[in-house]
C-alpha cells in the first residue's frame, strides 16, 4: 500500500515545528507507521547544504545558486528517504517542500515560479504531497518569534523580503490549490492543533489508515 506524503509550510516562525512534535505524538498514539523529516536537509548530504544555505556569513550567496542548492538537497531527500518511505506505505511527515522554494525563491528572489518548478521538478521525480498544511500568519508576527533568538541567513532577510514571500504563497495556493489546506495559525496552540488534526484524519480515512 501506498503512503501518504503530508508537509507543512508557511513563513518563517509559523508553528510548524511546534506543530510537527503534537503531529507526531498524535501519530505515535494512534500506532501509525510514520517518519518525520525536514527541507532542507532530511539526509546526512542534505543537512550538509542546509548549513551552506542557511549559515548567516554566506551573505554573498547568487540567488541561482540558492535556489539550485534547495533542489539539490530535495533530490536528494526524495530519492533516499522520502520515496523509499512513501513505497514502504509509511506516512511521511516533512517540514517543507517545494512550495517553499516557489514561494522564497520564484517570488521571493524573483527567479520566476516557472523557473523555479522546473529545476525542482528534475529533481522530485514526480513526488507530490498528498496532503499541505499551509500556516497563515502574518510575517511581521512570526517573523519576530525566530528574530529574537538571532535567526539564518534567510530569516535575517528582514521583512519586506518575507512579506514578498507571504504575498508569493498567497498567489500559490490560488494557483495550485489542489490538496493544500489553510491552517489559521495566529489562534491558540490548541486551535492551531485541532486544525492540522482534523485534516489528517480525513486523508487518513480515506486511506484506511484509521
Given at each position: 500500500?501506498?503512503?501518504?506524503?503530508?508537509?507543512?509550510?508557511?513563513?518563517?516562525?509559523?508553528?510548524?515545528?511546534?506543530?510537527?512534535?503534537?503531529?507526531?505524538?498524535?501519530?505515535?498514539?494512534?500506532?501509525?507507521?510514520?517518519?518525520?523529516?525536514?527541507?532542507?536537509?532530511?539526509?546526512?548530504?542534505?543537512?550538509?547544504?542546509?548549513?551552506?544555505?542557511?549559515?548567516?556569513k554566506?551573505?554573498?550567496?547568487?540567488?541561482?545558486?540558492e535556489?539550485?542548492?534547495?533542489?539539490?538537497?530535495?533530490?536528494?531527500?526524495?530519492?533516499?528517504?522520502?520515496?523509499?518511505?512513501?513505497?514502504?506505505?509509511?506516512?511521511?511527515?516533512?517540514?517543507?517542500?517545494?512550495?517553499?522554494?516557489?514561494?522564497?525563491q520564484?517570488?521571493?528572489?524573483?527567479?520566476?515560479?516557472?523557473?523555479?518548478?522546473?529545476?525542482?521538478?528534475?529533481?522530485?521525480?514526480?513526488?507530490?504531497?498528498?496532503?499541505?498544511?499551509?500556516?497563515?500568519?502574518?510575517?511581521?508576527?512570526?517573523?519576530?518569534?525566530?528574530?529574537?533568538?538571532?535567526?539564518?541567513?534567510?530569516?535575517?532577510?528582514?521583512?519586506?523580503?518575507?512579506?514578498?514571500?507571504?504575498?508569493g504563497?498567497?498567489?500559490?495556493?490560488?494557483l495550485?490549490?489542489?490538496?493544500?489546506?489553510?491552517?489559521?495559525?495566529?489562534?491558540?496552540?490548541?486551535d492551531?492543533?485541532?486544525?492540522?488534526?482534523?485534516?489528517?484524519?480525513?486523508?487518513?480515512?480515506?486511506?484506511?489508515?484509521?
Open positions: 500500500m501506498k503512503g501518504i506524503f503530508i508537509t507543512l509550510e508557511g513563513p518563517d516562525g509559523s508553528g510548524k515545528t511546534t506543530m510537527m512534535n503534537r503531529i507526531t505524538q498524535y501519530l505515535e498514539e494512534k500506532g501509525i507507521d510514520f517518519i518525520v523529516t525536514r527541507e532542507p536537509g532530511g539526509t546526512q548530504i542534505g543537512e550538509e547544504i542546509r548549513n551552506i544555505i542557511l549559515d548567516a554566506n551573505k554573498n550567496m547568487a540567488s541561482e545558486t535556489a539550485l542548492l534547495y533542489a539539490a538537497s530535495r533530490a536528494q531527500h526524495v530519492h533516499e528517504k522520502i520515496n523509499p518511505a512513501l513505497k514502504e506505505g509509511k506516512i511521511v511527515l516533512c517540514e517543507r517542500f517545494i512550495l517553499s522554494s516557489l514561494a522564497y520564484g517570488i521571493g528572489r524573483k527567479l520566476g515560479i516557472e523557473e523555479v518548478y522546473m529545476i525542482n521538478h528534475f529533481a522530485i521525480k514526480g513526488v507530490k504531497p498528498d496532503l499541505t498544511l499551509f500556516f497563515r500568519i502574518d510575517p511581521a508576527v512570526s517573523l519576530n518569534r525566530k528574530v529574537e533568538k538571532g535567526g539564518d541567513r534567510l530569516e535575517q532577510e528582514g521583512i519586506q523580503f518575507h512579506q514578498q514571500v507571504y504575498n504563497y498567497m498567489k500559490l495556493l490560488e495550485y490549490p489542489e490538496n493544500i489546506r489553510v491552517i489559521d495559525a495566529s489562534k491558540s496552540k490548541e492551531v492543533f485541532r486544525q492540522c488534526i482534523s485534516s489528517i484524519e480525513e486523508i487518513l480515512k480515506r486511506r484506511n489508515k484509521i
